[in-house]
């Protein structure tokens, strides 16, 4: 069974391609085709971008597409058609910078005649209750709601807990930690999310590499009414040039560590603050959650960053999470895996 995972952003494709035998899932081939429409020595679009890629694609079983936002419509994978493409169109306008691209890259293989399936990053946290995706705010604004990111990678991590807990994943309850460039956390009850930091768009939550997290949205109002900043010079500031990168200088998780450690004032309040956020949503997703049975750490950062995970650790014994092995809940290190969530995901979709 030959399984072609693909990752279309609006100037790049990332693909990974599965051969599943015997049970088993072999990568046989990755990339990355950068720099599309950006000039003449580059792919035009993505139809030209996949045609860079020495692949039949025809002879694969199995396409699966990446999709950053489903809206309400979409629960879990799906199989692509005309109506599921009218749909992702349809709530595009929730992720302008991200559906478009990301149908483009369907439309780019729209003749193939192979199953094809897209993977929604907000599916995942279609369980969350309303108490936890409805903001404060009047129902005339119903569709200014929490929708959450990163789904495909907590889903993953879910998975992969129930196995080290030993645990049916319908009774695992979890606090799930991606931190990369883009971060969010999820509270996992009874294998379902129940809440996650991001919101209706990813740049609730967490401090991120270049994105601020919470704020209060006073301070939106002030940038507009009394700094005269436009929308798109707000959405700039706050997705661009927030986050660790303004706190410090860089976004970078390893060079901040390295800095603090040599003295930079800034580079431990950046490290400070992005940890105190961490902590913060540990805390209350254990307040809503009830008994946890396992903290996960995920991402380029909680995966490789000890200093990160050791500080967001620390002073929580009274919470039950301690260092040693008898730590009530369990703290595990898990490597996320999104392609292959993606490939596992497809064989379960169809029934394989
Ligand atoms: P993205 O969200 O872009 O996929 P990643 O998950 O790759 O991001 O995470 C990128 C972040 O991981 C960067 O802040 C990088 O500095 C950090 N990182 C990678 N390796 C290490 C390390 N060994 N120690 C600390 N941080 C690291």
Excluded: W
């Amino acid at each position: 069974m030959k399984i072609f995972v693909l990752n279309s952003g609006s100037s790049s494709i990332k693909y990974k391609f599965f051969l599943y035998k015997d049970g088993k899932f072999k990568v046989i081939d990755s990339g990355v085709i950068e720099h599309i429409g950006e000039g003449k020595n580059y792919p035009k679009n993505h139809k030209e971008a996949l045609e860079l890629i020495d692949e039949d694609f025809n002879s694969f079983d199995i396409i699966a597409h990446r999709v950053v936002h489903g809206g309400s419509y979409f629960t879990e994978p799906t199989i692509i058609n005309q109506d599921v493409i009218k749909k992702i169109e349809e709530v595009s306008y929730l992720a302008p910078l991200h559906n478009p691209a990301n149908l483009e890259g369907i439309k780019a293989l729209s003749r193939i005649d192979t199953t094809q399936i897209a993977f929604f990053d907000t599916a995942f946290h279609q369980t969350m209750p309303i108490e936890s995706y409805r903001y404060a705010i009047g129902e005339e604004y119903s569709n200014i709601r929490r929708y959450g990111f990163h789904g495909i990678s907590h889903q993953y991590l879910t998975k992969e807990a129930s196995k080290l807990l030993n645990k049916s994943i319908d009774r695992c309850n979890l606090i799930t930690l991606h931190l990369g460039n883009g971060a969010s956390v999820t509270a996992i009850k009874n294998g379902k999310s129940i809440d996650t930091s991001m919101g209706f768009t990813p740049l609730e939550g967490l401090i991120m590499g270049s994105r601020c997290g919470n704020i209060d949205a006073g301070a939106i109002i002030y940038l507009a009414e009394q700094l005269k900043k436009s929308p798109k010079e707000i959405e700039h500031i706050l997705n661009y040039e927030s986050g660790l990168k303004a706190i410090c200088g860089t976004n970078d998780m390893r060079e901040i560590i390295k800095n603090y450690k040599n003295g930079d004032k800034k580079a431990q309040l950046a490290f400070k603050m992005f940890c105190n956020r961490v902590k913060k949503y540990i805390g209350a997703y254990i307040a809503l959650i009830g008994k946890v049975d396992a903290i996960i750490f995920s991402g380029g950062i909680g995966e490789n960053s000890k200093e990160v995970r050791d500080e967001v650790c620390s002073n929580m014994e009274h919470l039950g999470i301690r260092k040693d092995k008898n730590s009530p809940i369990s703290i595990f290190t898990i490597k996320t895996n999104e392609e292959l969530e993606m490939a596992k995901g497809s064989l379960e979709i169809l029934k394989i």
